[in-house]
Structure formats: structure tokens, C-alpha cells
């Protein structure tokens, strides 16, 4: 494993301390933030997936990009879409 540097607020590290020690889920703060990065690294994949599988079945115009945004209420992902701008142009040029 790799040693690196993390700067959080005082909240997260608060609320982090709650998490960690004898009386808490995790046995350190090391394993607490592995298994959050693990965790958000697999989400994260799951939704590029998704995203690939989506963009496969849809003819998406080049000039447009379809974003996973957010979910509702029944846990379904709401994708956005967003114009690309090039070299600052706003007219497709």
C-alpha cells in the first residue's frame, strides 16, 4: 500500500473519529477512508457502465453530452445533457 496526504474539514474528521476505535465500525481511520474510496471507486464504475451501455443503445449528436446527475426518488438515475463548447464558440463552429 501506498502512503498519501488527505486535507478534510474538521466535521468530516469528527465524524470520522465517531466511526473509528473500539466502540466504532472500523478499526482505524486508514481502513474507514479505504473502504470509502473503494466504495465510491466501484459507484463511480458502475455508473460509467451504465453511462457506455446508454450511450451504445442511443445515437448521441457529437456537439452534446448525456451526464448520470442524480437520482429520484425510486433510486432511478437522471442523466442531463450538456452542449460542448468548443474552442469558446457557442455556434457548433
Known amino acids: 500500500m501506498k ?3 488527505v486535507n ?3 466535521t468530516y474528521l469528527k465524524a470520522i473519529e465517531l466511526l473509528v476505535g473500539n466502540d466504532g465500525l472500523y478499526p482505524s481511520r486508514s481502513e474507514l477512508v479505504r473502504v470509502a474510496v473503494k466504495d465510491f471507486l466501484y459507484k463511480k464504475i458502475e455508473l460509467i457502465k451504465r453511462y457506455e451501455e446508454e ?3 442511443v445515437k448521441i449528436n457529437p456537439n452534446f453530452v448525456k ?3 442524480e437520482k429520484d426518488q425510486n433510486g432511478i438515475t ?3 445533457k450538456f452542449l460542448l463548447i468548443k474552442n469558446g464558440e ?3 463552429k
Request: hydrophobic share 40%.
Open 67 to 69: 451526464v448520470p446527475w
Open 8 to 10: 478534510l474539514p474538521k
Open 3 to 5: 502512503i498519501f496526504t
Open 90 to 92: 457557442t455556434n457548433g
Open 78 to 80: 437522471i442523466f442531463k
Open 55 to 57: 450511450k451504445k443503445k
